[in-house]
């Protein structure tokens, strides 16, 4: 099975204050040295595209797990497919072409020629493809080895490593053994790739930036790469790779530039360079934003909550990607351009089922309205979740996504139960007045949102007769205290890596939750129901039908339905809302839409500054 580390912190995000967002905002409070004149000091930056990001931990491919970094990667490396645009029909990039063999299980990709790396790197070529990817799949710096072990399941032997984590922990990880990875040059500009088992979402996966191609043995991280540069100098000082930009600069908890890359195989950037200001605080990033106007484009995160108001949201038409498209203001005395994308992902309350019993846990799903909480606590800044796969990759799509929740959740669609609940504890637990359960339900600290989730779950939960007490942690704390069992209940959330069911499904894989277990994915301990053996045997079935067929297609499809059925019968995911990802964009930026991907997989090269 997979790493499942890697998997824990690869898209777990904090639910923020500044809005239901599905970027990853995390570290300290950036420098707050603002403009104060409340003129656009752009204009003194000449073609330069400015913006905020979060705190940022490398510049690494291979080992970049949070969306700052990757916001800024995604920008420096190819890989051999992509997103256009952050939408989720993969195409080619530095791929010119692509072929499957008849059995499903090998690709033979062949690269376009005159690809330049950055620098005086020359050309991309397949062993250039051949040691980006085993680095992924072999080098102690990956936190994807598994994309390539396991998601996809390249050919390959493994070997146990050990490896340092955020914080400062030795764990094992597995890795492939050096000269059995099933990845090959055929010739200078054909790679061949070769899967122990055909998987229907491979492209998709190569289109990730950890497939990025980095020129050969750049870093000697793995076996047969000497490496001409030392690794911290390449993940931190000197990244080269072959994307629209070059690096320019990167400064922690400050900022990051990167400049044009004149000899990119693509469409050559518009601007000259892209800079982004580290902030993390959302009250810090709404005055920089809005009221000292110090970017171009501003993102959901960049505007609290507090200070968003969705009346002000006007002139809109939706487009054929259902994206609504209109103006947004006041804010700040402005009005911008507004784009609100539904994006591919999830948030939701975990429950220990070790500690909070399953009487409790469905009394809770009674007491929710999801449409409630979405609508007075985030704004509207996305949309009621009933299922953990969201609309768009649902199986049949939003339509049957909606219908299938109508029709079948038990807890209440759009409406709260609590006379249900009351009667739920009084019947079948011990519990009831003057003697409630009592168990505590954990969000990241910085959130404003939703510890006000927690609040108003906790006063609707006292009629029937629960006591749930509401803690804040920092995030690292969470997952921490997750990972060892000692959380009751906790809110995270989960943006895709690739666009499919399997993808988000993985976390409610029962023995994956163990916290007994090295690593466990989610931190709910579900095992021992009929519904864990319902999703058990269900899960089984995707891993049994993952080809690129109509055969396999319907028959995971099936298996994806019982997952979400199961979670539902045994409330361990409470499923609460899916993400609406907004820009605001000043009026002299020209900047394409992105799509359900969501922005951090959008480069910046075809956006276009006027008037500056």
Not at 290 to 315: C, R
Not at 416 to 424: F, G
Request: charged letters at 25%; proline letters at 5%.
């Amino acid at each position: 099975m997979t790493d499942t580390d890697n998997l824990t912190r690869r898209r777990f995000l904090k639910a923020t204050g500044g809005a239901a967002t599905a970027a990853a905002v995390a570290g300290c409070t950036g420098d707050n040295n603002n403009n104060s004149n409340n003129n656009n000091n752009n204009q003194n930056s000449g073609n330069q595209l400015s913006l905020i990001n979060s705190t940022m931990t490398t510049l690494d491919p291979i080992k970049a797990t949070d969306t700052a970094s990757g916001t800024v990667i995604q920008q420096i490396f190819d890989p051999l497919m992509n997103y256009p645009n952050g939408e989720t029909n993969v195409k080619n990039l530095i791929a010119k072409s692509h072929s499957l063999s008849d059995d499903k299980r090998t690709y033979t990709l062949k690269l376009k020629e005159g690809v330049q790396f950055h620098g005086d790197y020359g050309e991309v070529t397949a062993e250039d493809v051949v040691y980006s990817w085993k680095r992924l799949a072999m080098s102690k710096n990956s936190r994807r080895a598994y994309f390539v072990l396991d998601s996809i399941g390249v050919k390959h032997e493994t070997k146990t490593v050990t490896y340092t984590n955020s914080d400062g922990e030795e764990e094992e990880m597995e890795v492939a053994k050096p000269g059995t990875l099933g990845v090959r040059k055929k010739d200078k500009y054909t790679v061949e790739l070769e899967l122990e088992e055909p998987f229907h979402s491979t492209l998709e996966m190569l289109a990730y930036t950890s497939f990025a191609v980095i020129p050969k043995g750049i870093v000697g991280d793995i076996k047969g790469a000497d490496g001409e540069m030392k690794y911290s100098k390449f993940a931190t000082k000197n990244p080269i790779g072959a994307g629209p930009f070059k690096f320019g600069k990167w400064q922690s908890n400050q900022e990051a530039k990167v400049d044009k890359f004149e000899d990119y195989h693509g469409e050559k950037a518009k601007v000259d360079s892209v800079h982004w200001k580290i902030l993390s605080d959302s009250n810090t990033r709404y005055t920089y934003a809005f009221e000292n106007q110090n970017v171009d484009i501003a993102y959901g995160g960049d505007l609290p909550t507090s200070q968003y108001n969705p009346k002000n949201i006007k002139n809109t038409s939706t487009d054929d990607l259902g994206r609504t498209v209109g103006k947004y203001g006041p804010v700040a005395g402005n009005t911008l351009d507004y784009l609100g994308v539904s994006t591919i992902g999830s948030y939701y309350i975990g429950f220990n089922t070790n500690a909070v019993p399953k009487p409790v846990r469905k009394a809770v799903a009674y007491a929710v309205n999801q449409e409630t909480i979405v609508k007075e606590i985030f704004k509207q800044r996305g949309e009621p979740s009933y299922h953990f796969t969201p609309p768009m990759i649902y199986p049949g799509g939003a339509k049957q996504y909606e219908q299938h929740a109508k029709n079948n959740y038990p807890y209440g669609y759009n409406e709260e139960q609590l006379q249900k609940a009351q009667k739920l504890i009084e019947e079948e637990t011990e519990y009831g007045k003057g003697n409630p359960f009592k168990f505590t339900f954990t969000v990241y600290q910085s959130s404003s949102t939703w510890p006000k989730v927690g609040k108003l779950i906790r006063d609707k939960l006292q009629s029937a007769h629960i006591e749930m007490n509401v803690e804040k942690a920092p995030f690292s704390t969470l997952l921490q205290r997750g990972r060892k069992g000692n959380l009751q209940a906790y809110s995270l959330g989960w943006i895709m890596d690739w666009p499919a069911p399997d993808n988000f499904l993985q976390l409610l894989y029962p023995p994956l939750s163990d916290t007994s277990k090295s690593s466990p994915i989610s931190y709910t301990n579900w095992s021992g129901t009929e519904a864990s053996e319902k999703a058990t045997q269900a899960w089984d079935k995707i891993q049994n039908n993952t080809a690129p067929t109509d055969a396999a297609t319907k028959k995971r499809n099936e298996a994806y339905v019982a997952m979400e059925e199961a979670n539902w019968d045994d409330v361990v995911f409470l499923n609460m809302y899916h993400d609406l990802s907004e820009r605001f964009t000043y009026e002299h930026v020209d900047a394409p839409k992105y799509g359900g991907a969501d922005f951090s997989r959008q480069m910046y090269n075809k956006v276009q500054l006027n008037n500056k």
